[in-house]
């Protein structure tokens, strides 16, 4: 099975920065897309930004200019958050979509870590 562990959260003043990070592990084969979901008090969980095997990458309008999303050689994607701002205030969760065998695909989910922007 996928286990994904987040973390970088935590409290922010408006303007500032925080970077977020998912680490995926078990039998996971290949990675064929990572992303960033959130939900904020009040509203329904959305798509933050996602990226896929080969690089690419897709953003919501709202963080356009301000969030990046990226991953590495091992197993681990991250978002980089720059000039914050209080509506940016919500649970972030990651999710991955992977090949567990070659016949078997898995969509996982982190637990999720919180984000507060103060104003």
């Known amino acids: 099975q996928v286990q994904l562990v987040e973390s970088g959260g935590g409290l922010v003043q408006a303007g500032g920065s925080l970077r977020l990070s998912c680490a995926a592990s078990?039998?996971?084969?290949?990675?064929?897309?990572m992303n960033w979901y959130r939900q904020g008090p009040g509203n329904q969980r959305e798509l933050v930004a996602s990226?896929?095997?080969?690089?690419?990458t897709n953003y919501a309008d709202s963080v356009k200019g301000r969030f990046t999303i990226s991953r590495d050689n091992a197993k681990n994607v991250y978002l980089q958050m720059n000039s914050l701002k209080p509506e940016d205030t919500a649970v972030y969760y990651c999710n991955v979509r992977v090949l567990t065998t070659l016949l078997q695909t898995y969509d996982g989910w982190g637990q999720g870590t919180q984000v507060t922007v103060s104003s």
């Open positions: 078990g039998r996971i084969l290949s990675i064929n897309a």
């Open positions: 990226i896929t095997s080969g690089g690419s």
